[in-house]
């Protein structure tokens, strides 16, 4: 079955940066939408970034408006790992950071996949 480990979170400043990684076993997901929730203290879930294959057209690029124009999400297909670049990052971000794999976007709408990662911390610092 899929499996997703995370890693990179961590404590950092207001307008620091991060990098989480997902890397993924089980099969690979080179043709499979990939993506990021998050879950802040006392707040639902929520979506961050996702990335699909279209085929011939190549990888298409999704992002919460919260962190539309901050973080930037890509993959290594050779080393079926997903990343999420964090840069700019403000108090707000602080949340545990969850991969997802088999996204679907249903409408406009961001529909979560079955395969979870175990979490990773983020921390800002005002």
């Known amino acids: 079955q899929v499996q997703l480990v995370e890693s990179g979170g961590g404590l950092v400043q207001a307008g620091g940066s991060l990098r989480l990684s997902c890397a993924a076993s089980g099969r690979t997901f080179s043709s499979y939408a990939m993506g990021w929730f998050r879950q802040a203290p006392g707040k639902e879930r929520e979506f961050v970034a996702a990335?699909?294959?279209?085929?011939?057209?190549?990888?298409?690029?999704y992002y919460a408006n919260s962190v539309n124009g901050r973080f930037t999400i890509s993959r290594d297909n050779a080393k079926n790992t997903v990343y999420l670049q964090m840069n700019s990052l403000k108090p707000e971000d602080t949340a545990v950071y969850y991969c997802?794999?088999?996204?679907?976007?249903?409408?406009?709408?961001?529909?979560?996949?079955?395969?979870w990662g175990q979490g990773t911390q983020v921390t800002v610092s005002s």
């Open positions: 990335l699909s294959w279209s085929g011939w057209s190549g990888d298409r690029l």
């Open positions: 997802n794999s088999d996204l679907k976007n249903a409408g406009g709408s961001v529909v979560a996949g079955d395969y």
